[in-house]
Nanobody
Framework: QVQLVESGGGLVQTGMSLRLSCAAS????????MGWYRQAPGKQRELVAS???????NYADSVKGRFAISRDNAKNTVYLQMDSLKPEDTAVYYC????????????WGQGTQVTVSS
């Protein structure tokens, strides 16, 4: 069982920044892909950003140029730097880590609220 612990969410004003962190424990095997998802009220959960073991990144069009995902493989931790936040970024953000093949796992964090006020 891989446990994910998230931190960094909160309430900020439009244009401000937040950095989310998510650390994994419970497995010595690194995730192939780490990512952040978000879900706003009444909307489907969507992928915000993902990153592979060697650093290949992918971003939703809505956050491209404003958010940056990174990972520390030694700490098995993923980060999401969120700049120029907008009210439409308000959502519950979920950390996800996946590993395929031997000793596979697919783990989710508990979710952390990000609220951007105008």
């Amino acid at each position: 069982q891989v446990q994910l612990v998230e931190s960094g969410g909160g309430l900020v004003q439009t244009g401000m920044s937040l950095r989310l962190s998510c650390a994994a424990s419970g497995s010595p095997y690194s995730a192939n892909v780490m990512g952040w998802y978000r879900q706003a009220p009444g909307k489907q959960r969507e992928l915000v950003a993902s990153i592979t073991y060697y650093g290949t990144t992918n971003y939703a069009d809505s956050v491209k140029g404003r958010f940056a995902i990174s990972r520390d493989n030694a700490k098995n931790t993923v980060y999401l730097q969120m700049d120029s936040l907008k009210p439409e970024d308000t959502a519950v953000y979920y950390c996800n880590m996946r590993r395929a093949g031997l000793y596979s796992y697919d783990s989710w964090g508990q979710g952390t609220q990000v609220t951007v006020s105008s």
